[in-house]
């Protein structure tokens, strides 16, 4: 049994992808919770968490993904409405990439043998 890579996305990557830019919106930006998690379209409890590690902590995003999340923030930060926009650059840049095959070969080992893909580590 495997997952789908649209169910890697949506449970571990764009949870990990919020959780990075509601360090950058509440750190650097100094925003609010509630008005951070009301750009990311999540509850300031749910900034809260991502913040202290009780959720998106199982994977690590890669040096070059988290580039292109500060990328976003300051375009988010300059205009709220590309929020959408911009989750939409980072997951085809992930994608691109092939960094869901590194998170696919730790939880979605058995879909390896149907996509081709040949994760870095």
Same mark, same amino acid.
């Given at each position: 049994?495997? *997952?789908?890579?649209?169910?890697? &996305?949506?449970?571990?990557?764009?949870?990990?992808? /919020?959780?990075?830019?509601?360090?950058?919106?509440? @750190? /650097?930006?100094?925003?609010?919770? &509630?008005?951070?998690?009301?750009?990311? $379209?999540?509850?300031?409890?749910?900034?809260? @968490?991502?913040?202290?590690?009780? /959720?998106?902590? #199982?994977?690590? *995003?890669?040096?070059?993904? #988290?580039?292109?999340?500060?990328?976003?923030?300051?375009?988010?930060?300059?205009? @709220?409405?590309?929020?959408? $926009?911009?989750?939409?650059?980072? *997951?085809?840049?992930?994608?691109?990439?092939?960094?869901?095959?590194?998170?696919?070969? #730790?939880?979605? #080992?058995?879909?390896?043998?149907?996509?081709?893909?040949?994760?870095?580590?």
């Amino acid at each position: 049994m495997y *997952l789908l890579p649209q169910e890697i &996305e949506v449970w571990y990557i764009i949870p990990a992808v /919020r959780k990075e830019l509601a360090k950058l919106l509440t @750190q /650097r930006y100094e925003m609010s919770y &509630e008005r951070a998690g009301k750009i990311l $379209g999540i509850s300031k409890a749910a900034v809260s @968490q991502y913040l202290s590690n009780k /959720r998106a902590n #199982k994977i690590e *995003l890669s040096s070059e993904v #988290k580039k292109e999340i500060v990328k976003s923030a300051t375009v988010i930060v300059n205009d @709220q409405k590309n929020m959408l $926009g911009e989750m939409q650059r980072i *997951l085809k840049y992930i994608k691109d990439k092939k960094c869901l095959c590194d998170v696919c070969k #730790k939880y979605n #080992k058995d879909i390896l043998n149907y996509c081709g893909c040949e994760p870095k580590y």
